[in-house]
């Protein structure tokens, strides 16, 4: 066993970031006599699985051989039949696994029919650096609601703005780039209209060599105030916006809005007068959005934390000072009084970017 293996299978699953989704980015990496002989990786959705491509890579017989995955093989006829048959058909020997497929078509029966063939299965290998790579997936397979990352720009002092509103720029240009590539990878980018009204922002990924994928916009409005001419409806994008509204919206602007190309109209019941995100998270994933950016603003970042859709927070943070007791924090809303019913966090991660820092980590279920 060779723990180096299963990195390099988790490596050549990275590569297919931002274009497998939803289906999880998936790594295979086939030893033989302590040499690699083999590597593949999922490259797009649809396409052909990690082992498969890996088996069509090798350069010499792979009979006999280990092979390293990052998920189990599968043991479906999805778009592909059972990569779990073609190892067993290929007569490996013995299969590392990194974790078992969360997907209900699989859940194990890909592990079982290895084993039932007499091939040696090993599971768990980096498994936590398995799951950290396709926690999209994860929830998506198992929820069918967007993963949702909920991302804030802030100074030391936490504030996301002066005390007159002015926010451009208080990131370094590293972090700014590295939440143009979230952008790409996420299928989706939420903000609140208050956002709108204030910046008129394109919410398209701009990334350096220009290739990046813009992510569905999501605006949430509950009472429609976003203007026709706001650039989120006029600029030409592949993806399109979504408006989340209520019942409660004006229907001729309802109409207006729908009549205009590219845009689309999610209404939901009201929540407190407000969207129901809960509700929109649930309609987002029956459209196939398995991944969310929420670049919320105060209120919109309050409510999505209350209502329990934030599964990860990623804050950055610039070295600079701000200060004023009206300076606007990520959190708005009422705010929680006791600290017994804080918002817990786990796995705190810190990641210097550029001259800032992220911090990032992972919401605790309520
Ligand atoms: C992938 N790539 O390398 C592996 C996957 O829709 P299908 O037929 O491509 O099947 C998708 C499911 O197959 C996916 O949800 C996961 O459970 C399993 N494994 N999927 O896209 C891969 N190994
Ligand atoms: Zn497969």
Redesign the pocket.
Known sequence: MNVQYMKRALALARIGAGQ?SP??M?GAVIVKDGRIIGEG??AF??GP???VNAIENALEDVEGAEIY?T?E??S?Y???PP?ALKLIEKRFSKVYVAME?P?P??AGRGIQMLRKQGIEVEVGLLEEEARALNEV?LKY?TQKKPFCVLKAAMTLDGKIATVTGESKWITSEASRAYVHQLRHELRAIMVGIGTVLADDPALTTRLEDGNGRDPVRVIVDSRLRIPLEARVLRNKSLSPTIIATTDKADPDKATALQAMENVQLIITPEKDGKVDLDYLMFVLGEQGIDSLLLEGGATLNASALESGIVDKVMMFIAPKILGGQNAPTPVGGKGIEVIEKAVQLKAMKVVPVGEDIMVEAAVVGR
Do not use: Q, R, S
């Open positions: 497998t289906n999880p998936v990786y999922h959705y649809g699985h990690a082992e995955v998920l093989p599968c479906h999805g778009k592909t990569c497929d997907n078509l699989v997936f397979i």
